[in-house]
């Protein structure tokens, strides 16, 4: 005769009163229950790592399946079925695979001989047994979850011997929990898009879409439906062909498996760290990718088999291939083409060429570590490798204006006949000038700025003060300019080299040294 088991009722007060601190005696005196009873379940429930919560709000056909009440018979009868739910759990998490799919596989192959909705039944008992409070069945290379941990490590400053905190970013893949941790100085967007980088290069693969939180570096404005994404975030997703979803602000369950896996690497990776030194972030990050690993290979509680078992088993040949590039964060500006036909990036006082035809339109300028495009009207019309000569000119002779009506206006010959009517030595000084730029073009508006000093001091001085820039060798506006603010053009310099000795008693002679 079957066992009789407890209301459903009476089990979630039982557990109630036990997480109050309720003694098991008085528990079974309250309950009229036997204390052998009162410990079977408490032991039960305890297993199932629940709250007292948790357990309160599980429906009552939910309560009976975690406990395995009324299961004997089942898992006599259907034993054979409960042996082939592991391969159905790793088949179902295959992009397109169905439950029914593979019941109708089974059944036409004569491996099962039970109708679908049963099947479906015993998988959501077998699955309770592996893994009571998992929510979430993921699809292998379907989504990646990152977030930063609340808490952070450190490295010790070499120069002040302080500590500097730095922050731990964490990504989980969805259907093997397989997982990389980097640590990095900040939250910022160069940060946080570096990490995801990081992430999808160690993965080898990049999943269909990537979960991030509401941070600030991932969407420039929170929205429940339509979010605003960062505009350097939706780059890197379009390099690496994946999509961006932000979870719904407040709602943490969105992505559980980031925040659950971030507790686990409190204890296997945090912990570990406690009381070594590191003086670097790549010394820290070493240590971290160590650990991690360890992580990696451990396997799952009540599961025969560790993340990095899963990855390589299931997910990893479901993950997108990576484009042959590593991505580079790109930094985004508008600007007004110079008449020079250049435009400036002012963070290193560079300039790039673009066709002369652009001149006085507004472009938007994109650059990355090692490269300059530059668009107008969503059309790129130049690109150049980046230049970090500051005050330097990267030029592409074939965007020069050579054949425009701007050279007809302002071309070397025109200023040296500029040059020419003023005095000699500006004549020289403006041929150096030319010269001194891969292109005339460059110097023309240095060219002009020089000569026009002239309608401020006259022919006479400005080719003076050309004549000593010429005998400073600094040949460049900006000392013209300032010999005529300071005068220097008035001063007369002794030509006269020879120098006498005069007569001192002190004087030995030549004689001294025959």
């Avoid at 992505?255 to 686990?264: F, Q, R, S």
């Avoid at 945090?270 to 009381?275: C, K, M, S, T, V």
């Avoid at 160590?290 to 088999?305: P, V, W, Y």
């Avoid at 603010?485 to 007569?503: A, C, H, R, V, Y």
Wanted: a positive charge; glycine letters at 6%; one cysteine or more.
């Amino acid at each position: 005769m079957a066992n009789i088991h407890l209301d459903m009722r009476k089990i979630k007060q039982l557990y109630r009163l036990h997480t109050q601190g309720v003694s098991k005696r008085s528990i079974s005196k309250q309950l009229g229950i036997s204390r052998n009873t009162v410990r079977k379940y408490i032991e039960l429930l305890l297993k199932s790592k629940l709250t007292s919560e948790e357990v309160d709000k599980l429906g009552f056909e939910d309560l009976r399946i975690l406990l395995h009440i009324d299961e004997t018979h089942i898992t006599t009868r259907h034993e054979y079925v409960f042996k082939l739910y592991p391969e159905v759990s790793k088949r179902l998490k295959k992009v397109g695979v169905t439950r029914y799919m593979i019941w109708e596989d089974y059944y036409q192959n004569k491996k099962v001989f039970i109708s679908y909705s049963r099947f479906c039944h015993l998988y959501r008992v077998w699955s309770r047994t592996q893994n009571p409070v998992m929510r979430f069945n993921h699809k292998a290379g379907d989504k990646m979850f990152v977030d930063f941990t609340g808490k952070k490590l450190a490295i010790i400053d070499p120069a002040t011997g302080l500590l500097k905190e730095m922050e731990v970013f964490i990504a989980v893949l969805g259907a093997s929990g397989y997982t990389y941790v980097e640590a990095c100085r900040s939250q910022k967007r160069e940060d946080f898009i570096g990490c995801i980088v990081g992430a999808l290069h160690f993965f080898g693969g990049v999943p269909r879409a990537i979960v991030t939180d509401n941070l600030k570096s991932a969407v420039t404005k929170s929205s429940k439906y339509e979010p605003i994404l960062n505009e350097s975030l939706l780059a890197m997703a379009t390099h690496y062909d994946t999509t961006i979803l932000p979870t719904r602000t407040y709602r943490p369950r969105d992505k559980a498996l980031v925040e659950n896996a971030v507790k686990i690497i409190y204890t296997r990776v945090f912990a570990p760290l406690n009381g070594n030194d590191y003086y670097t972030l790549s010394a820290l990050n070493e240590a971290v990718l160590e650990l991690t690993g360890k992580h990696n290979k451990i396997n799952f509680q009540a599961r025969d088999c560790s993340r990095l078992d899963l990855f390589t088993s299931l997910e990893q040949e479901e993950l997108l291939p990576l484009p042959t590039d590593k991505y580079q964060l790109r930094a985004y500006l508008m600007g007004t083409v110079y008449k020079t036909s250049h435009i400036h990036i002012n963070k290193d006082k560079h300039y790039y060429s673009v066709p002369y035809r652009y001149i006085g339109k507004k472009v938007r300028i994109i650059y990355t570590k090692d490269t300059v495009e530059i668009y107008y009207k969503q059309k790129r019309i130049a690109v150049h490798k980046r230049g970090l000569k500051r005050h330097g000119y990267t030029t592409d002779s074939e965007h020069m204006p050579s054949t425009h009506r701007y050279v007809a206006d302002w071309n070397p010959d025109t200023f040296l006949n500029w040059a020419e009517g003023i005095g000699g030595h500006c004549k020289t000084f403006i041929t150096l000038l030319l010269g001194k730029r891969q292109h005339p073009e460059q110097s023309y508006k240095s060219c002009a700025g020089v000569l026009g000093l002239a309608k401020k001091v006259g022919n006479e001085r400005l080719d003076n003060a050309c004549k000593r820039a010429l005998d400073y060798e600094r040949i460049n506006y900006q000392s013209v300019k300032s010999i005529l603010e300071k005068g220097l053009d008035f001063i007369q310099e002794d030509t006269n080299t020879e120098s006498t000795i005069p007569k001192h008693g002190n004087i030995r002679g030549g004689d001294y040294y025959k």
